[in-house]
């Protein structure tokens, strides 16, 4: 086969960080036409190399050929114009502009007012954009405000975004982490059409199905160096595991009978209203004990962050009662739950879970910097948190360019993951709520936490999991609570409930008895 096939050809790519090797010699070349996937680890190199390809930043060794030309991208405008296009994981929309206005953001269609003053044809636009959307299958009203939108219309919005600037090769970036089972059916046959079209389709990631069920071809990468290249038809989701973490996985989480003891949390009643007023929680009750992972299931938006900020405190219950070992909690602070026995991972680490500004070693005090020690007297004992931090680092796999001193903005969201998952498992309390623990991690990263999370509940803490992962949901756990619209349509034993069922439950087809 000629070079000409080759519509992107990466040759010797290396690319430094103070600290880290992010791509280490890495050579892939795609074809005009496919979908190729990158699989990796967090922290693998993977969003590094993509971003050498849309020009955000230059490699330190290696070259670039696009269409057989050798070319030197120098900026994200740059890559634009040589139809290069990119999805971020965490969207580049301004909230407040409309989806039109963020599409022809920086490429506006104009035509002169009086013959000679440019003016933005918006009328134009949002026609261009209207039979765009359809052509592509990509449902969006062009005159709608971001800020309303749900975060899988934003994607759509921003995959219009590169079609409108004509992109041919389209880069997507862990583009499923933040959508419900239903919206990643959606967009991967968004993606499928989009190849269809005669696109080149570039998709990041590191869930196995998903590649199984898209991509043509797939590069591996562990620790940034370029591990093999398959034909997924040919390979199967537990030797593309085993390349990328580099030693065989297990799927499956080992554990024992649970022991349950004693009621731990008893939540009774309890209805929470969201900011705009909306009772986002009705009338919800479930206990979970000692020795026991009690799991909510749920699709995404059917109340599982209200639920889990009012136990944790960060929002008030509007009515009904939450309960610690007995005591009512319903009205004390985030620090007197935390001092009670509440352990909190949340699903939002960047605002809730971390000081992004701070270094690691900080972020891993945040919880109890104020006693012993960590403080005497008021005075904080750098030691003391040194000493933590180095333990904690090397305890939970912390990978991190300069270890303790490291700012915590700087890891890659596995790591960030793990530094929250790191301090709250390590203050030992009775009640653990893990939100979404493992979104957005790799293979290697979550079958350590899924034991973790059994490991607690063996040391006998009461496990509460809200996952929006069907299947983590059925590994773990030993009760589950299905929650819809706000309510607990059904509580079971999981032995006795099939993914069916508890599919059908999510989906509000089986309207259940809680009891």
């Not at 290696?62 to 994200?76: D, F, H, M």
């Amino acid at each position: 086969m000629g070079d000409s096939d080759f519509i992107v050809e990466m040759k010797h790519i290396t690319k430094r960080f103070p600290g880290i090797v992010a791509n280490d010699d890495v050579s892939i070349s795609i074809k005009k036409g496919e979908i190729f996937a990158l699989l990796g680890e967090n922290g693998a190199g993977k969003s590094t190399i993509m971003s050498v390809l849309f020009g955000m930043y230059e490699p330190d060794e290696g070259e670039i050929l696009i269409r057989g030309e050798k070319v030197n991208i120098t900026s994200p405008r740059h890559a634009t114009k040589l139809g290069i296009g990119m999805v971020h994981q965490h969207f580049k929309l301004v909230s407040n502009y409309t989806v039109t206005e963020n599409i022809i953001l920086g490429s506006e269609p104009q035509n002169k007012l009086w013959g000679f003053i440019p003016r933005v044809n918006i009328k134009k636009a949002n026609e261009d954009i209207a039979a765009l959307s359809e052509r592509y299958g990509l449902k969006v009203d062009p005159e709608s405000v971001i800020s309303d939108l749900n975060v899988s219309t934003q994607q759509r919005v921003e995959i219009l975004k590169m079609l409108y600037r004509d992109a041919e090769i389209l880069i997507f970036d862990e583009p499923t982490a933040v959508l419900t089972p239903q919206e990643i059916e959606y967009l991967l046959e968004i993606i499928r059409g989009l190849r269809d079209g005669g696109k080149t389709v570039i998709i990041i990631t590191h869930k196995l199905e998903e590649i199984k069920a898209i991509a043509d071809r797939c590069a591996i990468l562990n620790r940034g160096r370029l591990i093999d290249i398959k034909d997924v038809k040919e390979t199967s989701t537990a030797e593309m595991a085993r390349l990328m973490v580099g030693h065989e996985i297990s799927f499956s989480v080992d554990k024992a009978e649970a022991v349950p003891g004693d009621t731990v949390l008893k939540v009774d009643n309890l209805t929470v209203r969201n900011e705009t007023g909306f009772e986002a929680v009705k009338n919800v009750s479930f206990e979970v004990h000692a020795g026991e992972i009690f799991a909510i299931a749920g699709v995404s938006g059917n109340g599982q962050n209200e639920l889990a900020d009012a136990i944790a405190g960060l929002a008030r219950n509007t009515s009904g009662k939450i309960f610690l070992d007995g005591r009512d909690i319903s009205g004390s602070s985030i620090r007197q739950r935390t001092e009670e026995g509440v352990a909190y991972i949340p699903e939002d680490r960047h605002n809730v879970g971390l000081v992004l500004g701070f270094t690691l070693k900080d972020n891993l005090v945040l919880k109890n910097y104020y006693s012993p020690p960590f403080s005497e007297k008021g005075v904080l004992n750098e030691n003391a948190m040194n000493d933590n931090g180095t333990r904690l680092i090397e305890k939970y796999d912390i990978r991190s360019s300069r270890g303790n001193r490291t700012i915590v903005s700087s890891m890659s969201g596995g790591n960030q993951q793990k530094a929250i998952i790191a301090r709250e498992i390590d203050l030992k309390k009775k009640l653990i709520i893990f939100m979404q623990p493992t979104r957005g991690l790799d293979v290697g990263a979550i079958s350590n936490i899924h034991k973790q999370i059994v490991a607690e509940r063996d040391r006998g803490a009461a496990v509460l999991l809200i996952s929006l992962e069907l299947d983590e949901v059925m590994n773990l756990a030993d009760t589950i609570g299905v929650i819809f619209d706000g309510k607990i349509t059904r509580i079971a034993k999981a032995s006795e409930l099939s993914v069916n069922e508890v599919g059908e439950y999510m989906a509000g087809v089986k309207k259940g008895d809680s009891r």
